[in-house]
């Protein structure tokens, strides 16, 4: 594997068996498409195979606000408990249009008191009124976190940008 240090602009040869990209979608297609490994695909005719059908996971989060204590310690981490239900095969959900699903997960992860600061909607983002919400919600609120699916698909794909080129871009 031959491959260019960014710093130096020194072409180095690693001798190697396997090379594994492990970078990610958007670093592992950069990093195939300026080597000139693989086929790029293209949309129009379908052909080529670097960077296509491009899929993510989906999420989105809203801040709940109870007036029931909650114990801001109790959570699990970066683990939370989820809410399987709307997951795959898990209900029936033909005629709804959509296929797949996805998971509900309230993600109360330790009542870290500098990084965990929420407030309701309107409230100030500084001074004595901010400082009350935040009193008054640190152990009444949680983020309720929702969990979904990208699939694979022929019209979402990476290539790169026609103009921009880097220092060392071969093509």
Not at 16 to 37: D, H, K, Q, R, S
Not at 75 to 99: M, V
Not at 121 to 132: H, I, L, M, N, Q
Not at 162 to 167: C, L, R
Request: hydrophobic share 35%.
């Amino acid at each position: 594997m031959v491959y260019v240090d960014r710093r130096t602009g020194e072409e180095i040869e690693q001798p190697a068996e396997m090379v594994m990209l492990c970078a990610y979608p958007f670093n592992n297609t950069l990093l195939m498409l300026t080597a000139g490994i693989g086929a790029p695909y293209d949309p129009v005719t379908g052909k080529g195979v670097v960077g296509k059908n491009y899929c993510h996971q989906t999420t989105s989060n809203v801040m709940m606000f109870v007036e029931d204590e909650i114990n801001p310690w109790i959570g699990t981490g970066t683990s939370p408990a989820a809410i399987d239900d709307f997951q795959a095969d898990n209900f029936d959900h033909g005629g709804l249009g959509f296929f797949g699903g996805g998971f509900i997960a309230p993600a109360v992860s330790g009542g870290r008191p500098i990084q965990v600061r929420a407030a309701p909607p309107g409230t100030p983002r500084w001074g004595s009124a901010w400082k009350e919400a935040t009193a008054r919600w640190y152990n009444h609120s949680f983020p309720l976190n929702c969990h979904g699916i990208s699939y694979a698909h022929k019209h979402n794909y990476l290539d790169l940008d026609p103009t921009y080129k880097d220092a060392i871009d071969v093509r």
